[in-house]
């Protein structure tokens, strides 16, 4: 394969080049010099895709549910791309386990894109990564989008923040550890899929989130609790059906248009602190820093007084 | 009370007077105008006490056991500060249960100092929050320090890089959900406890646990596994002392040296970034990111070249 150009890279991935699209998401990650141009002339595009986020505790069958979401969503004709997220990695250094076998299954299929967004060495790394490969998916026109995360912690959730729809997924019978996190979960999911409902204690499980549902304040989106077996594709379709109607809700009241422009502001926020962190790294601040940094291991300067002392000089 | 200056207050703190140690730490956590001087003050005087962090599942019984820790260090005539972080309560509103009875069963024992380290309104804050509540600690003499967390989300593990010593609680039978934070467990465990004890299973999570750190790369320090029953006490003096051990082993090898200027090294580039973002908000800079985040709203600029013209109009 010969070099393109960023231009020629471009329109390619817009003709929907698979590898075009998977090396303008490692540019823009990477911070090549050309994610600037990247950025720039694919940023107008966007806002057309609905972005689905699944998350749910490793093991709940969350990436079996997001393939057999994938089939839908082929089977009706349409494109979709997946972002598989593991923010847990820098302990673990490991990839998501059946991503492979996963990618292998849609191999040949130029309908779907599945993108591994592993950790580039640290956390924030895959927040800043994730929303830019979402801009790029949504802005070559796959109007459907898939963010599915492992765990249920801070950086899914701020992960799951980038989805117009987010879907918790469950078990029957999940234990007293997840208990703590229901409080949370309930208030990030749109819609909660009770997977493995060929377990025991799965009337249990949905009314148990039914109920949590209903204790809180009335919101004008009142999730739905859908009882799947992703392993044979029951109640797909169910969840499918509720996504869209989410989004369909979202569009009819405002709140899509809302939520946008929160989030929009948010990806500024985290951009304004990412780009001053990267140019104080690689600049005669760096110098300064490291000098301070030898006054604070001293225990001569605290560090708050020496990043104000930082910021002043500048 | 009548109002006392800064200095009287880090005068009072430093005789241990329990009013003034929380004002301090309310001082630098609401970010007072006289947090500056607090923090450059106390400072220097900080490096001596042993952080202990305790992180687990919630529900494993990690306040039960730092209160049996508190019990002991207390019977051999010692002071300790206990630093109970939530950062989960931006979802739930929730403060720790069972703290207020806790702090009852202290009141009057001059030498407990606890503190509740609740979210306010986002978790930067905590995080931000918790290690100068810990420099306040260390500061004014206290010998031993509790940090405890609840979960082990991201945010758990960050505080507990505060920590010198980390103490993993998890019970027998901990389920599936837990199995992928093992990982990240078995990394950040300096002393995993295997807490309630009297029930089944103790013998298996104990061979589990010991049989998965036998697995990883050979390790300076073998984290030792111990089952307690933190209700009845039982088991209580054998975490105690491992504490003590790793504390001598960290000493002894040049870790400790090393580990605290990571951490300084951390916090400085944490506070540089929390000063940043801080002075953004409040100046022309603020309007400028207004006016910014609507050409991002309309969809005309990407984020990450609005950081860029921003920084670069500084």
Redesign the interface.
Known sequence: MTTRTTAELIEAALQRDPRAVARLISLVEDHDPS??SI??T???R??SAHVVGLTG???SGKSTLTDQLIRHVRSIGEEVGILAVD??SP??G?AILGDRIRMQDHIGDRGVYIRSMGSRGH?GGVAEATP?AI?ILDAIGIPHVFVET??????EVEIVESADTTVVVVNPG????????K??LL?IGDIFVVNKADRDGVAEAVRDLEQMLDLGATRPWRPPVLATVATTGQGILSVWEAAQEHRAFLESTGRLIEIR?AR??Q???????????R??EGTAENDR?FT??AE??A??????????R??DE?
């Open positions: 994610a600037t950025l720039a694919l940023f107008p966007t806002g505790a490793p093991g923010p847990s302990f673990t490991g956390l830019k801009m492992v765990g249920v912690g801070q950086a999940w234990g007293d550890s997840v208990q703590a996190n409080a949370g208030e422009s929009l502001r990806e500024l926020h985290r951009a304004v602190i990412a780009e001053f962190m140019r104080a820093l301070l940094a604070v291991d225990r001569r300067l605290d560090p708050w007084t020496a990043a104000r930082l910021l500048r």
